[in-house]
Structure formats: C-alpha cells, structure tokens
C-alpha cells in the first residue's frame, strides 16, 4: 500500500523544463565575467555602475563603550571642533595604526654580506676576458715570445734583430693592457684588505675604474718620457730595440702577476704574500730593465754614474710617484667616520 503523504520527485526532464533565473552578480568581478573578453575600460566601468548602484554611508550612531572605566562617554572624532590632544592616543604615532606611512623594518639588521670578487660578475667576466685573450695569443705568437726570450741575452750589433709583424705588435699591446688591468686589481684588493672597505661611490666598480685610469695613466706617461728622453740622447735604432724590449717586459709582467691575481680572487689567497710576491716580481722586472738599458746604451761608453741617474729618474721616481698618488687619492676617496 502506498504512503498518501509520498510525493514522487520531479524527473531530470522535467527539471530542464523549469525556466532558470541567472544569479544575479554578488561582486564587481562577476559583473566583469558576464562581459566579452575584448570589452573595453569604458564599458567595463559601465556594466559595473548598472549592477551595483553607489549608497549612502551611514555610520553607527551607537556609543562607543570602548573606553576606560569611569570616565565619560567619548567625544565623536569626526567633530571638527575636537582639540588635537583629544585625537592622540598611544597608537597616533604607530605604523599599524597607519597602513598609509611606511613602517620600516622590525627586529635587528642582520650584517651586510661583504664585498667578494669571486662574487662579481663583471670582475669574473674580464678575468675570463683576459685569460681567453692570453691564451689565444699564446697560440698565435708563441715563436715570437721565444725570440725576444733568445734576443734578450744575445743583442745583435746594427739594426733591429727582431722583425715584428702587425699581429704580434697587437698582441703585445693587449699584454700590456692586461698587465695594467691586473695591477688595478692587485691594489684595488689591497685597498679593500690593507686601507678601508668603504668609498665614497656608490659601487666599488668606480673605485677600481679610478685605480685602473691611473694606472694606465703611469705607463703611458712613463713609455712616453722613455721616448722623449731617447730620442734626444741616442740614435733611432738602439731607441727601438729599448722600446721593443720595454714593451715585451711590461707584457711578461702581467703574465706573472695574473696567477696571483686568480688566486687571491677565488681561492683567497693572503693578500700580504699576494704583496710580497707582487713586489718581488716588480723588482726582478726592474733588474731586468736596467740591464737592458746598460746592454744598449752605456755599455760601450762605460758611462756609470750616467745609468743610475738615467735609470732612477725613468724608472723608480715615476713608480713612487705612482704609490704615493694612489695612497693619496684612495685616502681622498675613502669614508672616514
């Protein structure tokens, strides 16, 4: 027997047979939904002004009982008449109580992470850059370098013993760029080890920019006075052998000095033996250019007293000229608290 209160359920056909009315939108994002994707800003503000209509804000105009006990009730902070002591509380001055004013940072300030060239992409990419371009000339030059090895203790009477070809005069010039680069950086480490870590520029690139245009600035200077000196006091043909040999020295010296230069930048190597090498390699250079000087201009008029002089006032007085201006420039430079 069937129950008399049961109601059979519609069928799923009869169901789609019910006419739908669409939800309307709770949310502008809703609104924003129902249109076409190409809908433009205008027409996307339209559709939401038609949906939702602006009303007025009424504010609760119950008593606020959230103040201290027995005192009165608390005075409306929308009055304009209210004095500025009355609208200061303990949290007037709190950035939580502000989300419109930056509230800095909370707890302490851990220690900045150093500066560490192994760390620098640029230092790492001309280092690549310089390795890269040694190497290739290397490959290209090679029968040169052992020739100016070979000449070097055996100097041929006459003219010029060592023909150079356009590409080994390029090569040498790239050289004594990388020596000048990799004494930069020699002292630009020694600096930021030995001196002060913290200049006035606001990247540590500039520092070595201004290191490295000095030193650039010395041996230009110093091959220039070279030449000037020369010519006046010797003939053209010893002049060039000076000049071929100065060059080949100050590329040599940068070969030996970027060894040290890879060490103390990704293996940290102790920048003091870093400086004791770097001046024993200068000062076996020095050596090597006094000899040559001797060899091709006072050998043969056993001129003595002469080489020292010509030596000292070429060579040694512009390199403490050029320690003394670095220090000088790097104090200037630096942030004394």
Not at 4 to 30: F, G, H, N
Not at 152 to 174: A, M, P
Not at 236 to 265: H, Q
């Amino acid at each position: 027997m069937q129950d008399s209160i049961y109601v059979e359920p519609p069928s799923i056909v009869a169901l789609d047979l019910v006419p739908r009315t669409p939800a309307k939108p709770q949310t502008p994002y809703q609104v924003l939904r129902l249109l076409p994707k190409d809908a433009t800003p205008a027409q996307q503000d339209s559709a939401i002004q038609a949906w939702f209509a602006p009303e007025e804000i009424h504010y609760s105009e119950r008593p606020d009982t959230l103040h201290l006990p027995g005192e009165g009730i608390p005075r409306d902070l929308k009055d304009v008449q209210l004095p500025t002591y009355y609208r200061e509380n303990f949290f007037s001055n709190d950035s939580l109580y502000h989300p419109e004013l930056d509230g800095g940072r909370y707890g302490v300030a851990g220690d900045p992470v150093p500066e560490i060239l192994s760390n620098d992409s640029l230092i790492s990419g001309l280092l690549i850059l310089c390795f890269l371009l040694m190497t290739l000339a290397f490959s290209r030059i090679s029968g040169f370098f052992g020739r100016q090895i070979k000449d070097f203790f055996y100097l041929q009477k006459g003219e010029h013993s060592v023909e150079e070809t356009g590409d080994e005069i390029n090569f040498q010039i790239i050289f004594s760029i990388i020596t000048c680069f990799t004494c930069s950086l020699l002292y630009y480490l020694y600096v930021l080890t030995m001196v002060d870590n913290t200049f006035v520029f606001s990247t540590e690139h500039l520092l070595l920019g201004v290191i490295f245009l000095v030193m650039a600035a010395y041996f230009l200077l110093k091959f220039l006075l070279y030449t000037i000196v020369n010519i006046i006091m010797f003939d053209g043909s010893r002049n060039k052998k000076f000049l071929t040999t100065l060059i080949f020295l100050i590329s040599m010296e940068g070969v030996l000095l970027f060894p040290v230069l890879l060490l103390c930048t990704y293996f940290q190597f102790p920048i003091h033996n870093a400086a004791i090498y770097t001046f024993l390699v200068v000062f076996f250079f020095k050596i090597l250019i006094f000899y040559k000087t001797y060899v091709i201009f006072f050998a043969q008029k056993a001129l003595y007293v002469q080489i020292f002089l010509y030596f000292c006032a070429l060579e040694m007085v512009p390199l403490l000229s050029l320690w003394g201006g670095l220090a000088v420039i790097v104090n200037h430079l630096r942030v004394i608290f």
